[in-house]
């Protein structure tokens, strides 16, 4: 490995399945209502089921507590894994750039780092994390599986919404070590403010009547 940290990677028109995400779903799986409650997203997990529930919902705090910092609500919906989806499933894939999925994969895609903790597919709305590797970066960085996946969520989030190019410091960064969880979980990982008016710009953009 080089340097001390585990990677992150944007990729563009690689297409992963993300179809396979059924049945359980808690509560919460409104479609993003931009014009009621301001700006928002909503975020499908799929395969979730590889961490316990209370890593998830440390995730999903961490994650949302860094999009809320951005001015972005975040709902969620936790598909787990499985069987053919019903027509009107909420889980059945992502038709509105506001409407994320991820999923949990065992490694990086054909011709990616083998240390890419995750890679987003904006053509597809989704991203996927190599939940190996979070697991392996909460015990090397001595940090909790939720604030690495949670901290890992949100960067793709903000790939997902436009977000191109790597920062040199914020949630953006291209590497993820020790001093990023630990600021992380003191809720001081965020999103730089232009970074943060980008996604609200491509939110209320999104918003707007299509005709
Ligand atoms: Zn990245």
Redesign the pocket.
């Known amino acids: 490995m080089r340097g001390n940290s585990f990677r992150?990677?944007?990729t563009i028109g690689v297409a992963l399945t993300a179809d396979h995400c059924p049945a359980q779903q808690h509560g919460r799986g409104q479609a993003p209502d931009r014009h009621a409650e301001g700006l928002a997203i909503r975020i499908r997990l799929s395969g979730e089921e590889v961490f316990s529930r209370e890593t998830i919902r440390l995730a999903e705090d961490t994650t949302a507590a860094i999009l809320q910092a951005a001015g972005v609500h975040t709902s969620w919906v936790v598909c787990g894994a499985g069987s053919p989806l019903p027509v009107s499933d909420p889980c059945r894939p992502p038709t509105d750039p506001a409407d994320l999925q991820f999923e949990f994969v065992t490694r990086p895609g054909t011709g990616l780092d083998l240390l890419s903790l995750a890679y987003a597919i904006p053509a597809n709305h989704s991203a996927a994390i190599v939940y190996p590797l979070v697991k392996t970066s909460a015990v090397k960085f001595e940090t909790s599986e939720g604030i690495v996946l949670g901290v890992v969520m949100a960067?793709e989030v903000g790939?997902l919404m436009g977000i191109a190019r790597?920062a040199i410091t914020g949630i953006m960064e291209?590497t993820l070590g020790r001093k990023q969880y630990l600021l992380a979980s003191r809720g001081a990982l965020l999103f730089t403010s232009a970074e943060a008016r980008r996604i609200r710009g491509r939110l209320t953009t999104l918003g707007k009547p299509t005709r």
């Open positions: 992150l990677v944007l960067h790939h790597h291209g």
